[in-house]
């Protein structure tokens, strides 16, 4: 991205005025000049907020694989892309050159087109952190089917509902995955889910943890010997600008999970420029992104941004805690890692562990240090720029969203600099504006406000999958002419964006993005469930953790207490996954509501919170009565 990296304040100030002041100009010299292209486009951008419509890059032909792979075959086939580092640190390490890489991809794309997977086809990957994951995400690209990558710690219901709103017919998974010292059966849960999903016709088993599993005749196969027959050529598939590349789904405030479509050419174009730039990345640099492949973080900064520019990844099958609290610098220390991304709920998790953890060993390796997934906190912050970044790494505190493909918020290191608690400017390209509740531009600095963008980025998502109505309404019609956040922000008096966090029915539990409205749902079908309301209380390590309020149909059955409680988080546990358990349950007689029904969430946050000093004016609720009653069962 050679005329258009960003090296000093000059440069950013430069280069980020051309972004907004040309857009068309400078998107399009940065995507001339950076990547292989089948055929160059006819028009840069067209698009219309109000329909919404975004197409970039129109009438232009790629394939990102031929980006991520074939064009780094000249010069650097033999440089590690992967390193894959398992589970079990007694297991050997392994590293896969570029070359071997790519014939790995072609073999998997092989074994795909053999069960019938056709360009446009949804393909479902469940799979634990393994190099398979990777490989898979890549050879659906190859040959243009759409993967749908399921985090492989969903549950049976949450990945048949996931497989059945994008018509998967075929799933990709393994026997079982490592976690710690535990085994997650995969296969068996790929088995539930599968009863509701006719129309998968193959799954694809690779063998990890080498589980007894059932292998369902004419439907189940294992990998690993389709595999060796394949060839390892594979021609590209060549897709339009516009083809999707692959679908991510990310929760809403309804049940529905949302499933985000990412297109082929603006996403390839904004994860690689923010890859090379927000991390710094230099060519022998090993680069680490702990997250999971089955978040957005990991499809851009683990997958596409690294391996687009060339780059070694390390992907970690495992947990932080195992086989003790200091794995994380223990892999850093191994590997030499240079830039090490992680997420707030792990930096806490970890500050509270001995820091002899973090002493035995050498983190000289460390460049720049980032974070992602919700708001860091200034003790977070410190812990990690001290004792992990020995005050000499900056840290990127990088806000974006699965709807927005990369990073959009973020310092950049030795650029522009850090500031505790504040994701700061805006990338290139990126148009931030805070919106205040009459739905009016706030343009002073030192002020708060909703966050939106006014001016479309080529790796922002293009609709939801099977529902452009919701697409429309979620993001384009709070504000008009903007695409809205859903995020608060804060800007302060030189500009600097500080994110206070969600405004609607989204609470982010360690990282981990939770609609309210499908915890509730679980929570409701418990026979002895009349409603339930969901709200978020901060905690030490999570950020957020779940607190319920439930009315039961009988209000006797609250004597049955904790067992209750057991078997109302073993629901949420089977219907979304146990990353979506409560904290706290509270069985209450009833709920505060405005006169239309609405549940005051507003008013259960307080409470739970502890702040009943400022509830507001609760005379105008349907139930005014039920509040007092809430404050004496939470509080006394
Ligand atoms: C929501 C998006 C983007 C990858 C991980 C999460 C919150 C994310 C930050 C940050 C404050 C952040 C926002 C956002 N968030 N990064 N650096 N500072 N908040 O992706 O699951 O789509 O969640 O995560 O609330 O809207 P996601």
Not at 222 to 233: G, H, K, R, T
């Amino acid at each position: 991205m050679s005329n258009y990296n960003i090296n000093s304040s000059e440069d950013y100030k430069r280069i980020y005025d051309e972004s907004v002041n040309h857009p068309e100009k400078f998107w399009n010299d940065l995507a001339k000049d950076n990547f292989k292209w089948q055929k160059h486009w006819d028009s840069v951008l067209n698009w219309d907020f109000k329909k919404p419509e975004i197409r970039w890059f129109e009438g232009a032909q790629l394939n990102i694989t031929e980006n991520c792979l074939d064009r780094h075959l000249i010069n650097k086939a033999q440089k590690t892309a992967i390193i894959f580092e398992p589970n079990n640190p007694k297991e050997k390490s392994e590293h896969i050159t570029y070359e071997s890489l790519f014939h790995r991809v072609n073999k998997m794309a092989n074994v795909l087109k053999s069960k019938g997977v056709k360009k446009g086809d949804r393909v479902c990957i469940y799979l634990p952190m393994i190099p398979e994951l990777a490989i898979s995400v890549l050879a659906c690209a190859r040959i243009g089917a759409v993967h749908s990558v399921v985090f492989a710690g969903f549950s049976a219901i949450a990945l048949s509902t996931r497989i059945n709103d994008c018509n998967c017919k075929i799933v990709l998974t393994s026997d079982g995955s490592f976690r710690g010292n535990k085994i997650l059966d995969l296969k068996k849960i790929v088995d539930t889910a599968l009863k509701d999903c006719p129309q998968v016709s193959s799954v694809l088993v690779v063998e990890r943890t080498k589980t007894k599993i059932h292998l369902e005749k004419g439907r189940d196969y294992l990998i690993e010997s389709l595999l060796n027959e394949a060839s390892q050529d594979c021609p590209i598939e060549v897709m339009d600008s516009e083809d999707p590349l692959f679908v991510l789904y990310t929760s809403g405030s309804t049940g529905k999970p949302k499933g985000m479509v990412h297109s082929s050419a603006g996403y390839m174009v904004g994860s690689a420029y923010t890859f090379k730039n927000i991390f710094q990345y230099k060519d022998e640099d090993i680069y680490w992104c702990t997250a999971d492949i089955g978040w957005i973080t990991g499809h851009s900064y683990i997958v596409y941004g690294p391996l687009l520019n060339g780059a070694t990844t390390l992907m970690f099958e495992g947990v932080p805690s195992y086989p003790d609290y200091g794995r994380f610098w223990e892999i850093v220390e191994k590997h030499k890692v240079n830039q090490f991304y992680t997420a707030p709920t792990a930096i806490r998790t970890l500050a509270k562990e001995s820091i002899d953890l973090v002493n035995k060993h050498d983190l000289s390796s460390l460049k720049v240090l980032g974070s992602v997934g919700e708001p860091i906190n200034e003790e977070a912050w410190k812990w990690y720029n001290i004792n992990i970044g020995k005050n000499k790494c900056p840290i990127v505190d990088t806000w974006w969203q699965t709807e927005t493909g990369s990073i959009m918020i973020s310092s950049i290191p030795n650029v522009i600099e850090s500031k505790p608690t504040y994701a700061t400017l805006p990338f290139i390209g990126i148009q931030p504006v805070l919106m205040d509740e009459n739905g009016n531009e706030i343009l002073e600095n030192d002020a708060e406000g909703r966050l939106c963008i006014k001016y479309p980025w080529p790796s922002m998502a293009r609709t939801i999958w099977g529902d452009h109505k919701r697409y429309k309404e979620t993001y384009f019609s709070s504000f008009d002419n903007k695409y809205f956040t859903g995020d608060g922000s804060y800007r302060d008096n030189k500009g600097l964006f500080r994110i206070t966090g969600r405004v609607d029915d989204v609470i982010i539990v360690s990282g981990h993005n939770l609609g309210t409205a499908p915890i509730e749902d679980a929570i409701n079908e418990h026979n002895l469930v009349a409603e339930s309301a969901i709200i978020g209380v901060p905690h030490d390590i999570k950020g957020n953790s779940l607190f319920g309020y439930i009315t039961l149909k009988e209000a006797s059955s609250a004597s049955l207490g904790e067992s209750l409680k057991k078997e109302i988080n073993q629901l949420i546990s089977k219907q979304i996954g146990p990353i979506a358990k409560l904290d706290h349950i509270e069985f209450v007689s009833g709920l505060p509501k405005t006169r239309s029904g609405k549940i005051m969430r507003r008013i259960l946050r307080k409470i739970a919170n502890n702040e009943i000093d400022n509830l507001g004016d609760t005379s105008t609720l349907l139930n005014p009565e039920i509040v007092d009653e809430i404050i004496s069962k939470v509080l006394h």
